[in-house]
């Protein structure tokens, strides 16, 4: 205790204490018998005296309030010397003794000193109870993304006594909570259960019977984020064309058509995007159609069938792919008359056969994030001011960078048009999107994007709103 020039010795002990006159020798033993009797002997300092107190907790503990008092119950066998200075050091002999008793003679007979061994450790006379000194801390950690559930650890292990390691997460910026707890010498660690698109905190600590190490550094990661789906591109014989997001590839239109401003006959769509594999192994990729269509996934063509079949047929081929990664996929399709179908589907060995996920797939450029109604009156989102040209229309915010929002009030539900041209004219993005009776709102990746203004029209069969947005990155 620096402030007081403090400083104490001490051991916990079960066994009877008796102390010499000058109490700077101390005999333990057992109340029934010697066999565990030992000689406890001051060698330095020489004003220093042995006394004995209750197991409480020490000012110069650890923890003084006693929470790591390593045998409560017992009594402390101590040393107590005050005005000490730095380089002050208390030396005492611990020395088992082994009575005549083990040796069959008679119980009271006094030890002699050729039954003293040299040297016996401290945890070894105490019986394995000493307590530890608690780990130092790993270092280093560092988080990495492995997909949408999972987060792979990794830290230094700087302690060689540790007894485990224990892993605790928050989510984001939230409380800290322990998640698992591991094994001594562990370096690596894999989470999972997470969820998709969501930023986790880490922070790992070694421990043992002594108490736990401070903490590892904040390591964060973000999960992989869920598909939406495959961009696609609607274009009839009269060169009339509407893009949209196909969450998947599903279609039988039978007689009709795709989307009202499209023909129903002679039409093509070429879905384009990515798409990520869940395992690592050889995909069948198969596709229904009626008519032609070919299937490009990671740049090699899989399928090709560019032919007018005039009833519905399946194709399918193969190609391996790796649990995680994302791959180049694109669909052509071609209807030439009547009926009209397309599916895609896809299985393994691990992978049943079923239609292509929504979830595994990833639209290419620009694409619609999200889409909600809130049914209330037009207007700016709360503290955004809107540009607008309209009553019905909004934007926000603007000017803006990554995302903007599109809030677009509908008097009825039905499918709009969204349509965003440059200072030329020049048609950049279109969308084709359902809403309902309210308000509508759209958030659209800007990242494809060049920096200027724009004009973002939304017409129906019956109105056309026009609206300006900035793009500033």
Do not use: C
């Not at 403090?6 to 002990?13: C, D, K, Q, S």
């Not at 509908?410 to 279109?430: F, K, M, N, W």
């Amino acid at each position: 205790k620096e402030a007081d020039n403090e400083i104490y010795w001490f051991m916990h002990t079960s066994q009877q204490i008796t102390l010499s006159a000058d109490g700077k020798e101390a005999v333990l033993k057992n109340t029934n018998n010697q066999l565990n009797k030992a000689i406890v002997k001051i060698i330095s300092p020489a004003n220093a005296t042995f006394t004995i107190m209750d197991p409480v907790a020490l000012p110069t503990s650890r923890k003084p309030s006693g929470t790591d008092m390593a045998n409560p119950g017992v009594k402390k066998l101590a040393i107590h010397l005050t005005g000490a200075s730095a380089k002050t050091t208390i030396s005492v002999a611990i020395i088992p003794v082994r009575t005549a008793l083990k040796y069959g003679g008679a119980p009271d007979a006094e030890p002699t000193t050729s039954d003293w061994p040299a040297l016996v450790a401290l945890p070894q006379w105490l019986g394995g109870k000493s307590e530890p000194l608690a780990p130092v801390a790993p270092a280093g950690l560092q988080a990495t993304a492995l997909s949408r559930t999972s987060i792979s650890l990794s830290w230094a292990d700087n302690a060689d006594n540790e007894a485990g390691f224990v892993i605790e997460r928050a989510v984001k910026d939230g409380p800290f909570v322990k998640t698992d707890s591991l094994a001594a010498d562990v370096i690596t660690y894999t989470q999972t259960g997470l969820a998709p698109n969501t930023t986790y905190q880490f922070r790992v600590r070694a421990s043992n019977a002594g108490g736990s190490s401070p903490y590892t550094n904040l390591a964060a990661a973000t999960t992989f984020p869920e598909g939406t789906g495959l961009w696609a591109t609607y274009t009839d014989k009269k060169g009339r064309t509407v893009s949209r997001l196909d969450s998947v590839v599903n279609f039988n239109w039978h007689l009709d058509t795709p989307h009202p401003a499209i023909d129903s006959n002679h039409f093509s769509v070429t879905w384009a995007g990515q798409i990520e594999a869940v395992h690592t192994q050889t995909y069948t990729f198969s596709t229904t159609t009626d008519d032609g269509v070919r299937l490009w996934v990671n740049g090699q063509l899989v399928i090709d069938d560019w032919n007018d079949n005039h009833k519905s047929t399946e194709h399918s081929g193969s190609i391996d792919l790796v649990a995680g990664q994302k791959y180049a996929i694109r669909m052509e399709y071609y209807d030439h008359a009547a009926f009209a179908e397309a599916r895609l589907y896809w299985s393994g060995s691990n992978q049943p056969k079923q239609i292509v996920p929504k979830i595994q797939l990833f639209p290419a450029d620009a694409e619609v994030v999200t889409a909600t109604n809130e049914r209330e009156s037009s207007g700016a989102a709360p503290g955004q001011k809107g540009d607008k040209d309209s009553e019905n229309v909004s934007v926000f915010p603007n000017p803006a960078t990554d995302a903007f929002t599109i809030r677009f009030y509908s008097a009825v539900s039905q499918e709009v048009q969204l349509v965003l041209t440059d200072v030329l004219g020049q048609v950049v993005q279109r969308f084709s999107v359902k809403v309902t009776s309210g308000s509508n709102q759209f958030t659209i990746k800007s990242a494809a994007l060049k920096n200027g203004l724009y004009s973002i029209g939304v017409s129906s069969p019956v109105t056309k709103e026009v609206t300006k947005v900035l793009i500033n990155k």
